[in-house]
């Protein structure tokens, strides 16, 4: 006979998916299908690596069916693997969303997929809760979620969901190779909005060409674009860039990532012109 604890629990954790099912919807991918989640009352998110343009998704109707619907994507970010789709006809039941703020690593969680007709469900645990990092194609996770052991397949873009049926995370299988992880509420939240009001991610820019500095510290202007952010700011070919918004510089790629992550800001450059240390203010452009 099961103690009550373990019984309260069972019941708890199907009490959960059964919450939480409404809101995933069936997106279909080529030869397979996938998993999305109800945003509003007309918008999915889904894993932008496995979401063709233009697919169906299928709804829940309550009798074991799915009902279908065309869906276009409006907006995607690879750096953080989500893409947002517009469902025809509206009428989705949306999830609800929780930040991490209370949970910690040995939590229970639930990974939730709907592959094929039914939702389905796996248990786990929150084995890693780190700070922000940085992913390999440009994009950054406000926080570090990762679950216990690997995601089934056709869970990708669905939901990591607290007992409480409570989606804390969207499941990734791509954006970080060899780890199982989901985006983060936070995050989510932040993407879906640029994603919606530009369909895609804007990035800060400089409009210069730059190069090692062929020391410890720097990137070297080598070129400028007639009337961008540098140009204007007074930046010259020569001049060797220290620094962005107080954070260091080491060469091209950590001066993009720092320009990245601040479009349309008015930023303080520190520079090496001629030998002699200076520091000027730029106005950043952005771009999607």
Known sequence: MALPALQSLDQAL???????????????????GGTGIAWTSELVISASFHTPDRTTVGIATGDGNLEQRDAEVIGRDAGTDIAVLKIAGG??????????D?????????????PGKTAR????????????????????????LESDRQIPRGFAGG??????????????????????????????RRVVDELIK?????????????????????ALIASLDDGG??????????????????????????????LASRPGE??????????AKLTIKATLGSRV
């Open 14 to 32: 199907a009490a959960a998916v059964t919450s939480v099912s409404p809101s995933v919807v069936h997106v279909a991918r080529g030869h397979g």
């Open 91 to 100: 009428g989705l039941t949306p999830a609800t969303f929780r930040e991490l």
């Open 102 to 114: 209370t949970l910690g690593v040995g939590n229970l969680a639930l990974a939730v997929g709907r």
């Open 121 to 144: 469900a796996s248990l786990r645990a929150i084995g890693v809760l780190g700070p922000e990092v940085e992913t390999p194609h440009g994009g950054k996770l406000d926080r570090y």
């Open 159 to 188: 939901p990591l969901i607290d007992p409480d049926g409570k989606v804390i995370g969207m499941n990734t299988r791509t954006l970080l190779r060899g780890a199982d992880i989901a985006v983060p509420t936070v995050t989510i």
């Open 198 to 218: 530009h369909g895609g991610i804007r990035k800060g820019y400089l409009g210069v060409g730059a190069y090692p500095a062929g020391r410890d510290d720097g």
């Open 229 to 258: 952010p540098g140009a204007a700011a007074g930046l010259i070919v020569g001049d060797i860039v220290l620094e962005i918004a107080g954070d260091r510089i080491t060469g091209p790629d950590t001066l993009r990532a720092a």
């Open 266 to 275: 008015e930023v303080e450059i520190a520079l090496l012109r001629g030998g």
